[in-house]
């Protein structure tokens, strides 16, 4: 079955780096579009970075652009989310999602699959 599992989360403070990871197993993660969302308590789930199967092209939410790097290891059927300059709103549960298709889409609706989630905490 498939199967995504985040690790790496913490706690930082202000300013900081994290870098999350999502192993991923029980599908070709080559031919999948990865993603990373958030979720803050009692806020809607929010689109954070994605990319493409290829990794020539990346998106980035408005808020994390500059700060955060999305990249993958297709070898090692792993994606990565790399987060500077952490900022206290940045605090969420991050979930790793995959999605199989050919444009890029937002919306978490439309992602196939989903990690458990690891929580990042930025303290001020």
């Known amino acids: 079955q498939v199967q995504l599992v985040e690790s790496g989360g913490g706690l930082v403070q202000s300013g900081g780096s994290l870098k999350l990871s999502c192993a991923a197993s029980g599908f070709t993660f080559s031919n999948y579009w990865m993603a990373w969302f958030r979720q803050a308590p009692g806020k809607e789930r929010e689109f954070v970075t994605a990319?493409?199967?290829?990794?020539?092209?990346?998106y980035y939410a408005d808020s994390v652009k500059g700060r955060f790097t999305i990249s993958r290891d297709n070898a090692k059927n792993t994606v990565y989310l790399q987060m500077n300059s952490l900022k206290p709103e940045d605090t969420a549960v991050y979930y790793c999602?995959?999605?199989?298709?050919?444009?890029?889409?937002?919306?978490?609706?439309?992602?196939?699959?989903w990690g458990q989630g690891t929580q990042v905490a930025v303290s001020s």
């Open positions: 990319i493409s199967w290829s990794v020539t092209n990346t």
């Open positions: 999602a995959a999605r199989r298709g050919n444009m890029m889409v937002y919306g978490s609706a439309n992602w196939q699959h």
